[in-house]
């Protein structure tokens, strides 16, 4: 059966790590975030794991051939077998283009859009609130949020220094020059489907599996 390699795009905020994880357990495909893999990597101390290291550690950006190294590394593991959920890349048309020679005919199925307005981001992420040990969400009206605690692992729940209005604004326009221009890539390809994620977060599962479904590849 060939690989279920979807991509998912969206604008910071558009909830695309909340619907790989339900996506990924109903499909039984690994949801794969370039920063997981860069964590991953450089925790499992492999030599492009040193290398992601020293770059992270000078403060500087990991280029598109080490991130496309990184991913290739990332589907050569036995529960990419299947296929994989990709969130977080690519981001650019190059690193779209390096992906498609990387898989060739095992090439991307679909790209599922999570459409949401600028507005309703900012709304989102400026209320948002993270724990730094295992990555939990918060609204900041929560408990959890309140006190400063993660209900889960215990961690500090704190707003990321990017979820301020103003590091939302600037981070929406980087999308906006980089990311956008990959919806007319796979438009073209006639593997784009655009999905309100304005919506409930059950409304959003159904109508992202719905796009599978009728594509037949679930």
């Known amino acids: ?56 550690d000078a403060g500087a950006l990991v280029s598109d051939d080490l991130v496309n190294r990184l991913v290739d590394e990332r589907f050569k593991e036995p529960d990419a077998k299947r296929g994989a959920l990709l969130d977080g890349f690519p981001r ?31 709304e989102r992420l400026s209320t948002r609130r993270v724990c730094q040990e295992c990555g939990n969400i918060y609204k900041d009206t929560d408990i959890e949020a309140i006190s400063g605690t993660c209900s889960n692992c215990g961690g500090d729940v704190i707003q990321r220094k990017d979820d301020t209005p103003e590091a939302i604004a600037t981070r929406l326009g980087v999308y906006e020059r980089d990311t956008e221009p990959l919806l007319a890539f796979y438009e073209s390809r006639g593997l784009l489907v655009v999905v309100n994620g304005d919506q409930e977060m059950d409304e959003v599962t159904a109508a992202l599996e719905a796009a599978v479904h009728e594509r037949g590849l679930a």
């Open 1 to 56: 059966m060939p690989r279920l390699n979807l991509v998912v795009l969206g604008k910071q905020g558009a909830g695309k790590g909340t619907q790989c994880k339900r996506l990924s357990d109903a499909y039984g495909i690994p949801h794969v975030s370039t920063g997981d893999i860069l964590r991953a990597a450089v925790k499992a101390g492999t030599p492009l794991g040193e290398e992601v290291a020293a770059i992270m």
């Open 92 to 122: 650019t048309l190059p690193q779209a283009e390096a992906l498609e020679e990387l898989l060739g005919d095992d090439g991307i199925k679909l790209c599922l859009n999570l459409e949401v307005s600028n507005e309703r981001v900012i």
